[in-house]
């Protein structure tokens, strides 16, 4: 079955976003999101939520009404030597064969798996509900539709309580043994004031030999991050006490 017939009137109702889908995305993706959306994951696309590099981030809707995110790797433009670089470590993906295709589909497996591990542990991060080849979906989060924002566009009520919120989250993903690697204002949603962490998939397992170095890159981006948002006196000592206190006590 090729993708022409597969009925693309339904899968995206906006003919512009067909149009659009299409140009950054071949047959196998359409296919893909058919064979997803014939699961029951969703029931159609209808726009975009978010744009980069290596991946679209796209609202969808299943026949409840229930809205969902559905993130689509490029497998041209993305980074394959890097993700290769973090794949490499972990037996589970390290079979990936050395091409681009492969190592985008093991990448998205590894977000997947990374954000159950994190669901697991009370991290706040969005519920994973599927992956195939380059395609997660994931949990929806925003209010009456429309996308939280980024931490970087975002206005918080109670810094203090926020920073505390994101010590926990921080000390949970630990107690997971995982760092995330790549934290930042860019890879945190803000809704009722609480962090939601994404964008998971290069997190490392804490044996990882560079981990130390990523977990440190982490906290120090963070801390650029709550001075600019007016905790100027936090030193990267007290963060990373305050983080260990946390995974301490559980919380």
Same mark, same amino acid.
Request: hydrophobic share 45%.
């Given at each position: 079955m090729t993708a022409d017939e597969y009925n693309l009137s339904k899968l995206f109702p906006e003919e512009d976003l067909r149009k659009t889908f299409a140009k950054v995305f071949d047959k196998n993706v359409i296919k893909t999101i058919h064979t997803l959306s014939s699961q029951g994951h969703f029931d159609h696309l209808e726009y975009t939520i978010a744009t980069g590099k290596e991946a679209h981030v796209f609202r969808a809707v299943d026949n409840a009404g229930h809205f969902r995110a559905i993130k689509i790797y490029k497998i041209e433009t993305s980074d394959f030597k890097r993700m290769e670089e973090y794949l490499d470590f972990e037996p589970r993906f390290k079979k990936?064969?050395?091409? #681009?295709? /492969?190592? @985008?589909?093991?990448? !998205?497996?590894?977000?997947?798996?990374?954000?159950?591990?994190? #669901?697991? /542990?009370? @991290?706040?991060?969005? !519920?994973?509900?599927?992956?195939?080849?380059?395609?997660?979906?994931?949990?929806?989060i925003g209010e009456n539709g429309e996308p939280s924002p980024r931490l970087k566009d975002a206005r918080v009520e109670n810094i203090d309580a926020f920073y505390e919120n994101v010590c926990v989250n921080i000390a949970r993903m630990l107690n997971a043994k995982i760092i995330h690697g790549d934290l930042s204002e860019y890879n945190i949603l803000v809704q009722d004031d609480e962090p939601i962490i994404i964008d998971c998939g290069q997190a490392i397992p804490t044996i990882h030999p560079n981990a130390k170095k990523f977990y440190e890159r982490d906290l120090n981006n963070m801390l650029k991050v709550f001075h600019r948002m007016g905790l100027k006196e936090l030193t990267f000592d007290t963060f990373y006490e305050d983080v260990k206190k946390a995974k301490e006590s559980g919380k």
């Open positions: 990936a064969k050395h091409d #681009k295709r /492969n190592i @985008v589909f093991a990448w !998205t497996q590894k977000e997947f798996s990374a954000l159950q591990r994190f #669901k697991k /542990n009370k @991290v706040n991060v969005p !519920t994973p509900l599927a992956a195939k080849e380059n395609v997660l979906v994931m949990e929806f």
